[in-house]
């Protein structure tokens, strides 16, 4: 704990302050494993074959507007969650403090797993919205599109960071990172897919075929 404040400006007490909130996320989320292997372990001992009688019930368009609720609510939470996060970054920034402390920061939230998960959320998201009335494009042409890179999209300089098109930018504020952008300064986020539909208002196909094209 000493050794950590004297790289920063936080005070002792703050310091403690911090580790006990991250202390009580990480009690909590020890909590809901182990309730989830709990539960797991009842359906298992209820049986598998009544579950799949149950989920044979429904039809396939209910399963998928389940599917579809569960991973919007958790792209929701995630993408707060990582907002959160950038702003005790930026916070940190303002401080002028040690680049360590945004590394723990960072670690100490898993942000990269977090932003992996919106990632991968998403393109299931796209790809369940838009199959059945598009079948005009591909899943391959989908994660082509994700992967689109985004500095051929904007200029992005040595600090990762652009002009960001979606408010009056004059000091660039859009920090973009395994290309997925965040703005600093009015909270846009979002991959190459969701930069092209906000920036060209275009839809998903059409932006998923644009940037096939190599977007030009
Ligand atoms: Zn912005």
Not at 105 to 113: A, F, G, H, M, Q
């Amino acid at each position: 704990m000493g050794f950590l404040s004297k790289l920063t400006s936080f005070s002792d007490e703050e310091f403690s302050y911090l580790y006990r909130l991250e202390n009580i996320r990480f009690k909590r989320e020890q909590a809901e494993r182990k309730f989830l292997k709990e539960m797991e372990t009842e359906w298992k001992k209820i049986g598998g074959e009544a579950l799949k009688e149950f989920k044979n019930e429904f039809s396939d368009e209910f399963k998928k507007n389940c599917r579809m609720q569960f991973l919007k609510q958790q792209i929701r939470a995630l993408n707060e969650d990582i907002g959160l996060i950038y702003k005790r970054c930026e916070l940190s920034l303002e401080r002028n403090e040690s680049y360590i402390v945004r590394v723990i920061i960072c670690n100490i939230n898993n942000l990269e797993e977090k932003e992996k998960r919106v990632k991968r959320f998403g393109t299931e998201l796209y790809l369940l919205e838009n199959k059945q009335e598009n079948m005009e494009i591909s899943d391959a042409d989908v994660v082509v599109a994700k992967s689109f890179p985004f500095e051929k999209l904007i200029e992005v300089n040595h600090g990762l960071f652009a002009l960001c098109p979606f408010h009056a930018d004059v000091k660039p504020s859009l920090y973009v990172k395994n290309n997925f952008g965040y703005c600093f300064a009015c909270g846009w986020k979002g991959d190459a897919i969701k930069f092209v539909m906000d920036k060209e208002h275009k839809n998903f196909v059409e932006t998923v075929k644009f940037l096939n094209a190599g977007g030009d």
